[in-house]
Antibody, heavy 120, light 106 residues
Framework: EVQLVQSEAEVKKPGESLRISCKVSGDISTTAWIIWVRQMPGKGLEWMGR????????KYSAALPGHVSFSADKSINTAYLQWTRLEASDTAIYYC?????????????WGQGTLVSVSS | DIQMTQSPSTLSASVGDRVTITCRASQNIGIWLAWYQQKPGKAPKLLIFKASSLESGVSSRFSGSGSGTEFTLSISSLQPDDFATYYC????????FGQGTKVEIK
């Protein structure tokens, strides 16, 4: 079984940079994709994109702002979501999910979520 | 982009009721439809994949049906633990979620 453990909550100011993490443990060879999902306060789930943890190939949502990106370090089985400069509108809970299938991935395993709060 | 429309947005029901949630896709997605349950402060949990396949460990009270553009999630006999928000999600092309259906106690 695969477990995803995310980094702790963050409180930041607009303009600051940030990187949050999603560490994969267990049978990591079965994880085809790490997917990032945003949930703004009181709102629904939004797909941000996905990254292949073995080679860092990424597919971003067309709606993803330019200051947001994904990366991965396969040597430590960790995926990252990063912002070059935060905006108040980035305030949300961010979930990572692991997918078994390459071609048609579902959210088979989920991290616990990381709350990012951005306020001056 | 594929759009997903869920209805109703809120559903009030009692323990023991049978409830049904509908999800419509803006184009044909075959059977590439999943359903998730989310409780407050928790991550989503996969219930159904490929429109009607029950995820391992999920109660058989949950069932899914449909193909193409019309899908349903049914809960046969609502239990206290089932009060939550449910999302459909297409995964034929990337992911798109429905807006969610909150199942609340009547």
């Amino acid at each position: 079984e695969v477990q995803l453990v995310q980094s702790e909550a963050e409180v930041k100011k607009p303009g600051e940079s940030l990187r949050i993490s999603c560490k994969v443990s267990g049978d990591i060879s079965t994880t085809a994709w790490i997917i990032w999902v945003r949930q703004m306060p009181g709102k629904g789930l939004e797909w941000m994109g996905r990254i292949d943890p073995s080679n860092s190939y990424t597919k971003y949502s067309a709606a993803l702002p330019g200051h947001v990106s994904f990366s991965a370090d396969k040597s430590i089985n960790t995926a990252y979501l990063q912002w070059t400069r935060l905006e108040a509108s980035d305030t949300a809970i961010y979930y990572c999910a692991g997918a078994l299938s390459i071609a048609h991935p579902t959210g088979d395993w989920w991290g616990q979520g990381t709350l990012v709060s951005v306020s001056s | 982009d594929i759009q997903m429309t869920q209805s109703p947005s809120t559903l009030s029901a009692s323990v023991g009721d049978r409830v049904t949630i509908t999800c419509r896709a803006s184009q044909n997605i075959g059977i590439w439809l999943a359903w998730y349950q989310q409780k407050p402060g928790k991550a989503p949990k996969l219930l159904i994949f490929k429109a009607s396949s029950l995820e391992s460990g999920v109660s058989s009270r949950f069932s899914g049906s449909g193909s193409g553009t019309e899908f349903t999630l049914s809960i046969s006999s609502l239990q206290p633990d089932d009060f939550a928000t449910y999302y459909c999600q297409q995964y034929q092309t990337d992911w798109t979620f429905g807006q969610g259906t909150k199942v609340e106690i009547k």
